[in-house]
């Protein structure tokens, strides 16, 4: 489990250990409170264009292309490899994806191609259609 999983599950259980001591309302704002939190924690550290770029590696990636960019919204873009240890020439699809996007990324290639390998990395700014502009 993720540490920052695990801590959002510890600071929520004393929340709700507090309330009948200090009240529902106060739990609840004690909860929104937290949440703010961090989230400006996030902002201050990542930075506010902070987005994710996903590397995909399937024998379907035309068809996770084409979900990706008409359920998605976004576009792909396709870069050619080899495997060192085949020796096969293979497709990797990239994605470069706001924060929120990358759960329903993988449910789309679960869905298409449950083999595929998919890796996801933090991208700390990214600018062009569907991001800031470089010019700001």
């Not at 004393?14 to 949440?35: Q, T």
């Not at 789309?108 to 600018?127: G, K, N, T, Y």
Request: hydrophobic content about 50%; aromatic content about 6%.
């Amino acid at each position: 489990m993720p540490l920052g999983t695990l801590i959002v599950i510890v600071d929520g259980a004393i929340v709700l250990a507090s309330a009948p001591v200090f009240s529902i309302r106060n739990a609840l704002y004690a909860g929104v409170a937290m949440y703010i939190g961090g989230r400006l924690v996030d902002v201050v550290v990542d930075g506010p264009n902070m987005a994710r770029v996903a590397y995909i590696i399937s024998d379907l990636h035309g068809k996770i292309a084409n979900e990706i960019l008409y359920s998605m919204g976004r576009g792909c873009t396709e870069l050619q490899a080899r495997g060192v240890w085949s020796g096969n020439d293979r497709p990797v699809l990239m994605c470069v994806l706001g924060r929120t996007e990358t759960m329903r990324l993988k449910e789309i290639v679960a869905s298409i191609d449950p083999e595929a390998i998919v890796f996801v990395s933090e991208v700390h700014e990214a600018f062009g259609e569907g991001f800031g502009s470089l010019r700001e």
